[in-house]
């Protein structure tokens, strides 16, 4: 499973605007039919749990695993 350094890096690779930092990393993206993708990452350094982490890749990023590895 990645880690929460292993997923900004995605968003940073990926094109996705931080638009906040608080105690987490707030980063959105205009999807290219018009809806506003949205997550936060963790400033810790610890693994993503596998089922967080499965949720985080369908419903906040909408991406495969091929595309997360391929573009981080």
């Known amino acids: 499973m990645p880690d929460w350094k292993d997923l900004k890096r995605f968003l940073d690779?990926?094109?996705?605007?931080?638009?906040k930092v608080t105690d987490h990393y707030y980063y959105r993206k205009k999807t290219s039919d018009g809806n506003l993708r949205r997550t936060k990452v963790s400033m810790g350094s610890h693994e993503?749990?596998?089922r967080?982490?499965?949720?985080?890749?369908?419903?906040?990023?909408?991406?495969s695993m091929?595309?997360?590895?391929?573009n981080s």
């Open 13 to 19: 690779n990926d094109g996705w605007e931080l638009y």
């Open 48 to 50: 993503i749990p596998g």
């Open 52 to 63: 967080l982490w499965k949720e985080i890749l369908k419903r906040q990023l909408g991406v």
């Open 66 to 70: 091929e595309y997360f590895n391929k």
